[in-house]
């Protein structure tokens, strides 16, 4: 069984910086598929990065292309988010998601693994 958990969330003025963790326990690190997703309160959950396998291929959503930087290390079995240049629309629920078949999707019904989320506000 895949656990995730993430940490690194908190409150942060906009403009700062955070960097968000997320420690992957179960089977192999290396075959999945990791993903940064996010959940603002009224809204549904939307993807904000995805990286492959190796680490060597990202995707980010426009709103944070740029300020966001995704990444894994296989050895750690851990997935990185670092968020720069913080705007209050950033405030949401953070979510690291995993998928098994390694096929590196966009949508939340394809991810087989979630952690149980950390909060992200930013103040103006």
């Known amino acids: 069984q895949v656990q995730l958990v993430e940490s690194g969330g908190g409150l942060v003025q906009a403009g700062g910086s955070l960097r968000l963790s997320c420690v992957v326990s179960?089977?192999?690190?290396?075959?999945?598929?990791m993903a940064w997703f996010r959940q603002a309160p009224g809204q549904e959950r939307e993807l904000v990065a995805a990286?492959?396998?190796?680490?060597?291929?990202?995707n980010y959503v426009n709103a944070v292309r740029g300020r966001f930087t995704i990444s894994r290390d296989n050895a750690k079995t851990t997935l990185y988010l670092q968020m720069n240049s913080l705007k209050r629309e950033d405030t949401a629920v953070y979510y690291c998601?995993?998928?098994?078949?390694?096929?590196?999707?966009?949508?939340?019904?394809?991810?087989?693994?979630w952690g149980q989320g950390t909060q992200v506000t930013v103040s103006s």
């Open positions: 179960g089977p192999t690190f290396s075959t999945l598929a």
């Open positions: 998601a995993a998928d098994a078949s390694g096929r590196f999707p966009t949508v939340v019904s394809e991810y087989d693994y």
């Open positions: 990286i492959n396998r190796s680490g060597n291929i990202t």
